[in-house]
T-cell receptor, first 115, second 111 residues
Framework: QQQVKQSPQSLIVQKGGISIINCAYE??????FPWYQQFPGKGPALLIA?????SEKKEGRFTISFNKSAKQFSLHIMDSQPGDSATYFC??????????????FGKGTKLSVKP | DGGITQSPKYLFRKEGQNVTLSCEQN?????MYWYRQDPGQGLRLIYY???????QKGDIAEGYSVSREKKESFPLTVTSAQKNPTAFYLC??????????FGPGTRLTVL
């Protein structure tokens, strides 16, 4: 029930295309859903995050779509660029719960954007 | 510059040795975390600390130990009891129940 399932494991997209990464969770107590971007040999960096009171959040070319009833959320990268090539992690936490904000991570998606 | 620093960047351990990974932050964050990252496994929580002189086990604490004597510092010791310590170790910090910021990581290799 604490798992966050992420798919696909890897993704290849042409430059200018749309990259879509999906995550699913079981625990309905999760109330914070961030996405992290990680380049090889570096620490993850927060990309964008959403709370379940909204169905979509957009920041530049990055959009999170959230479906509370299906317990799914996804990251869309519009106009994908070679510089977006990285590993992306979704995560979930209960900010108001007993785990005190501990993040549960998906296993990651390695995105390659071809020129 | 504010941020999280981890040292060393690369660390090599012989069988049976204990090694300590350093994590320092000057963001005035209350909480600090240690994660282990293995290929294809995502990030798994080792230990976390919400306040000074207090810390809690995460999902994979066996073979690891930590201390939190100062707000800015949260060192992780990988003991000889950890049978498969080769991994990328990430430290993070946050304000209480707020977004986590990660350090650059330490890559530990067992020789």
């Amino acid at each position: 029930q604490q798992q966050v399932k992420q798919s696909p494991q890897s993704l290849i997209v042409q430059k200018g295309g749309i990259s879509i990464i999906n995550c699913a969770y079981e625990n309905t107590a999760f109330d914070y859903f961030p996405w992290y971007q990680q380049f090889p040999g570096k620490g993850p960096a927060l990309l964008i995050a959403i709370r379940p009171d909204v169905s979509e959040k957009k920041e530049g070319r990055f959009t999170i779509s959230f479906n509370k009833s299906a317990k799914q959320f996804s990251l869309h990268i519009m106009d994908s660029q070679p510089g977006d090539s990285a590993t992306y992690f979704c995560a979930a936490s209960m900010k108001s719960g007993g785990s005190q904000g501990n993040l549960i991570f998906g296993k990651g998606t390695k995105l390659s954007v071809k020129p | 510059d504010g941020g999280i620093t981890q040292s060393p960047k690369y660390l090599f351990r012989k069988e049976g040795q204990n090694v300590t990974l350093s994590c320092e932050q000057n963001l005035n964050h209350d909480a600090m975390y240690w994660y282990r990252q293995d290929p294809g496994q995502g990030l798994r929580l080792i230990y976390y600390s919400q306040i000074v002189n207090d810390f809690q086990k995460g999902d994979i604490a066996e073979g690891y130990s930590v201390s939190r004597e100062k707000k800015e510092s949260f060192p992780l010791t990988v003991t000889s009891a950890q049978k498969n310590p080769t991994a990328f170790y990430l430290c993070a910090s946050s304000y209480y129940q707020d977004e986590q910021f990660f350090g650059p990581g330490t890559r530990l290799t067992v020789l």
